[in-house]
């Protein structure tokens, strides 16, 4: 229904309709405020210091939020001030361009417990007459403006200007001079914009043409010459001066190249008797090596047959000792065990004595005798006893004798074994036979490890060494010295390959630089070109916002006019049909054919005519916002918006009322909605829909129940 688009000053323009407002503890309204706004013609009542106009601004805040001019003083606060410190406020706005249904939300709240503001700012949106959730279009502060901006087409003041006819404005232009009226209606119409355009354009011009001034000087150096001209002669210097010294530079490069071969092949050389002096060294010591190995061998051989020799002689004498103990050890081991024998004899025999006497001295003289079986008498038992006896103290004789024997014999053997053990282990001449074939054994190994040494098939004469070292140092001496003179040759093409290499480079600069004063020049020169085709345009644009400026000022006041006196016409019955503003944009209203200064009427019909002038500059603001949209005429029922006035009925009597009314009501065309807010409680019966403020002490509030 609504959706229609132009092209204004801002951009694309929308035109919308409201839908709902919803006031939470602004300024004077308490708690939840919601006023429903419909089609046509509405008014809304209250008496003063209700808060009427607030709901102007309430309107603004949600569009816009706190642009300073809503803002009423430094001190003042949207706030209720009967609101408690944790309850929200700000305000709620519905409306509609016919394609969406918007919302906008400006509301403060308070976390519990904490009395830090958080302000909740966004913009949401759905399909038009739809019942579905709001999507959020834009959530932030910033955001919600520019999408509002893009959305409406106006910024906060040309927003104010077009919808918003405050009593104020009214008079304001009645009272004020010509030429203030005039600023004023300009400034509204935002004509001024094109002074603003055509002075920023001609602040652009002038820098085209310092642009332009300063480029032309940049091609002329400090003595008027031709700056490609120059660059173009230093850049003919620079590549002759480059091809000649890249001859140069080649040529040096090949001598470098030559003296590095010699001196990479004096290098060889040097290495290589290096090498010879090395070998020489090392055969020397070989040689050196090997007689001393021979001497080795020969002293270690003679130190051999030596060791052979007394080994010979120590064993022999250990074979004469061991063949005596051979002879003598096996004589008293044998002698040794007849003893024990004979001992064991000795042995059974007194025991044998012994049992006899014993038996014998156990018997009575008049026992028999053990042996014949006779009696025995005394005497002879006391014999045979006595006899016993002494055959036992032979016998103990014979074996302290046989005794002394064995432990004499027993001695000399332990005497021979330890003797031949000595002689085996621990005894001088052992010792000495271990030692000298430890020695031995050592020797042989030497000898092994000597005669196992590789031998060299040409064995340098160690006299002669010296003479060749000697030899070897003078060539090396005489190549290094070559290698020094190369060297300095080298160092010098070297410094002199660099110096030609620094002067290429610095040549090769001095090319770049030539290429870019050229290039810079040939930019200059077509920037220059394309600066005065600049300035040309500028100028042609000039001519044309003049040109537009002159037209739209001789279109403006006439049509202003025009307007004004139809609405003038309507509102005063025909009494009055042609309001004029002459070119110093001075006030006239014709009665009876004759044009009278504004002044010669009377209050109420002073309102008449600068409601009419209000009305008819914010339909002229409308105009322009719409002019040029495509496809869309004059007619169109879809070119409408809103106007909200305030107290428009100023001073009137209720004819005049009526008048106005009709007027408005009249507008619809115009308008697709007219809000009237009035504290004139004897229109509420021309107003088709109503809606009225009750106020009390300390708040106001929107009582619904008289919504008509």
């Not at 619809?668 to 509420?684: L, W």
Request: proline residues 3%.
């Amino acid at each position: 229904m609504l959706q229609r688009t132009s092209f204004g000053r801002l951009g694309l323009i929308i035109m919308i309709e409201l839908t709902t407002l919803v006031m939470r503890n602004f300024r004077r309204f308490r708690g939840d405020c919601t006023i429903p706004f419909t089609e046509g013609v509405m008014g809304i009542l209250g008496p003063n210091g209700a808060g009427k106009s607030t709901i102007l601004d309430a309107v603004g805040f949600a569009f816009y939020g706190a642009v300073p001019v809503l803002v009423r003083t430094v001190k003042d606060d949207m706030k209720h001030s009967l609101a408690a410190d944790d309850e929200p406020w700000g305000v709620e706005l519905q409306f509609t361009d016919g394609e969406y249904d918007y919302k906008i939300i400006r509301m403060v709240k308070y976390a519990p417990g904490n009395l830090t503001p958080k302000p909740e700012v966004k913009l949401m949106r759905r399909a038009a007459g739809s019942t579905a959730a709001y999507a959020t279009y834009a959530k932030d502060d910033t955001d919600v403006k520019k999408c509002v901006q893009r959305l409406l087409g106006m910024d906060y003041p040309s927003f104010s200007s077009s919808v918003f006819c405050r009593q104020a404005e009214m008079a304001l232009l009645g009272n004020m001079n010509p030429a203030d009226r005039k600023r004023l209606m300009l400034r509204m119409l935002d004509v001024d914009s094109i002074d603003a355009a055509l002075k920023s354009l001609r602040a652009a011009k002038r820098d085209l043409e310092f642009r332009i001034n300063s480029t032309t000087e940049s091609l002329k150096d400090s003595d008027g010459n031709d700056v490609k001209h120059l660059a173009q002669a230093r850049k003919v210097e620079a590549q002759a001066a480059i091809a000649s010294g890249k001859e140069d530079l080649r040529r040096l490069e090949n001598d470098a190249k030559g003296v590095q071969e010699q001196l990479d092949e004096l290098a060889s050389e040097i290495k290589e008797q290096y090498a010879v002096r090395t070998g020489i060294e090392s055969a020397r010591a070989t040689a050196k090596e090997l007689m001393h190995d021979r001497e080795r061998v020969k002293t270690l051989e003679a130190e051999k047959a030596k060791i052979m020799t007394r080994l010979d002689e120590l064993q022999s004498a250990m074979f004469t000792v061991d063949a005596r103990l051979a002879e003598e050890y096996p004589a008293l081991e044998e002698r040794l065990t007849e003893l024990a024998v004979r001992d064991k004899e000795l042995l059974r025999r007194s025991m044998d004595a012994s049992a006899c006497v014993a038996e014998y001295q156990n018997l009575s003289t008049t026992a028999p005798c053990p042996t014949c079986g006779q009696d025995v008498d005394g005497t002879v038992l006391e014999r045979l006893i006595e006899q016993e006896k002494k055959g036992i103290q032979q016998i103990d004789e014979e074996a302290q004798a046989v005794l002394k024997e064995y432990d004499e014999t027993q001695s000399k053997l332990t005497t021979a074994k330890q003797e031949r053990d000595n002689i085996q282990a621990n005894n001088e001449t052992g010792i000495k036979i271990k030692s000298v074939k430890e020695r031995l054994g050592s020797i042989e190994k030497e000898l092994c490890e000597l005669k196992a040494k590789p031998r060299p098939e040409n064995i340098i004469d160690p006299d002669t060494v010296d003479e060749q070292l000697a030899g070897v140092d003078k060539a090396i001496e005489k190549l290094e010295l070559n290698s020094k003179s190369h060297r300095a040759l080298l160092e010098t093409t070297n410094k002199s390959i660099t110096d030609y290499r620094e002067k290429l480079a610095r040549l090769d600069e001095q090319l770049k630089n030539s290429n870019s004063v050229i290039a810079e020049y040939d930019t200059k020169k077509k920037n220059a070109t394309g600066i005065t085709r600049d300035i040309s345009r500028h100028e042609q644009t000039e001519k044309l916002m003049n040109d537009f400026k002159l037209y739209l000022l001789g279109r403006i006041r006439p049509m202003i006019s025009f307007y004004a006196s139809e609405l003038v016409s309507a509102m005063t019955d025909g009494r009055y049909t042609r309001v004029e503003l002459d070119p110093d944009y001075r006030i006239f209203v014709y009665d009876g054919g004759a044009a009278y200064d504004l002044d010669r009427f009377s209050g109420g019909e002073k309102d008449v005519v600068n409601l009419a002038l209000r009305l008819a500059l914010s339909r002229l603001i409308t105009e322009r916002a719409l002019e040029g949209a495509e496809g869309e005429g004059e007619n169109n029922d879809n070119n409408k918006s809103f106007v909200m006035l305030d107290e428009v009925f100023g001073s009137a009597d209720t004819e005049r009322r009526r008048a106005i009314m009709d007027t408005l009501t009249g507008l619809e065309s115009q308008y697709g909605q007219i809000i009237c807010i009035t504290h004139i409680a004897e229109v509420t019966d021309m107003l088709p829909k109503l809606v009225t403020i009750d106020m009390q002490m300390d708040y106001s509030t929107i009582n619904e129940n008289v919504w008509r």
